[in-house]
């Protein structure tokens, strides 16, 4: 409610100037945590409010538990990190059970993220995932390298990525957002073809692939040697992928990529995207995503905009 007094100008609440509709799912605001940052939702209720986030992308979710790559993990570089984290997760199963029971009293979307290394393993703990109450969409990683396909990523090849996407929304009854990788060639071919796929919405940016060697052992720093690079270094790429993306597509997009201020969201949603989500920040600025939401509906305000939608792909070129 508006408790302006005769004479001054109403500002509308922040509620109405916030909330949005992405792939059929109503949030209340487009700030959401991304996967691999928040573990399953629950791990960060001591930090920040739950209700007053977006949404939630959990950790990546495979049909049977994975205990993950062996240490180092992980790896800070300038502006950002890298991890090759090898998508350690307790399983679709013991998610359903264990975690969404207590994560489903919040008012906020949760969104399980899911990948395989088979497209029948993604069906396998899609098919889990529909048994749980309280799920409003999925999110597809399709990051993984398909074993029956020479082990080349889902992602960066069109026709995979419309296979897995195919699939995964006949076996659905829930929305699907695919996640785009940026270490593509051609991000927009690989984006119209998840859409004509049946995606309801695409998420960008995954981790861009990187390397870091230790000068004196010369060993690769990461035990898997390569990893993926995540934080505010690769925000300029991500903005690049949405813009591109923008152009592409005509489904809705979520921006992921180094968000760690209400400046960089905005500027992901002038590029096009209609939401973001706030990854690498978590680990070092738990309330980034408190202080984003909170940010944008001032920006609002201060811009005399009714919403937030009205800024999305709004960036000029003239
Ligand atoms: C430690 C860590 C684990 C991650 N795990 C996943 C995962 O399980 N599934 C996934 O799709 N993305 C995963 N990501 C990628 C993030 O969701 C996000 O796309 C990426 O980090 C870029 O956003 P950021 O720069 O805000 O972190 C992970 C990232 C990090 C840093």
Redo the contacts with the bound molecule.
Sequence with gaps: MNNSSPGETAQPDSKELLATEIAGIRFNNPVLT????CGYGLDMIELIDLNRLGGI?T??LSARPMPGNAPWR?VETHG??L?A?G?Q?IGARAFVEEKLPHLRSYDTRIIP?V?GYTIGEYIEAIEILESGEGIDGY?L?I?CPNVKAGGESFANDATQAAAVTRAVKKASTRPVIV?MSPNVTDLALIARAVEDAGADAL?L???AVGMSIDIYTRRPRLANVTG?L???A??PI?IRCVYQAFRAVKIPLIG?????TVEDALEFMIAGAGAV?????N?YDPGASMKIVDGLAEFCNQQGLKTIRDLVGTVRLD
């Design positions: 991304a996967s691999g940052t992308c950790k990546g992980i950002g990190m991890n984290i998508l997760n993220n990948f999110e990683n990051s996640k998420s940016i995954n981790t993926g995540s934080g505010p690769i925000k991500a992921i990529g180094g968000v760690a989500q706030v990854g690498t920040a680990f």
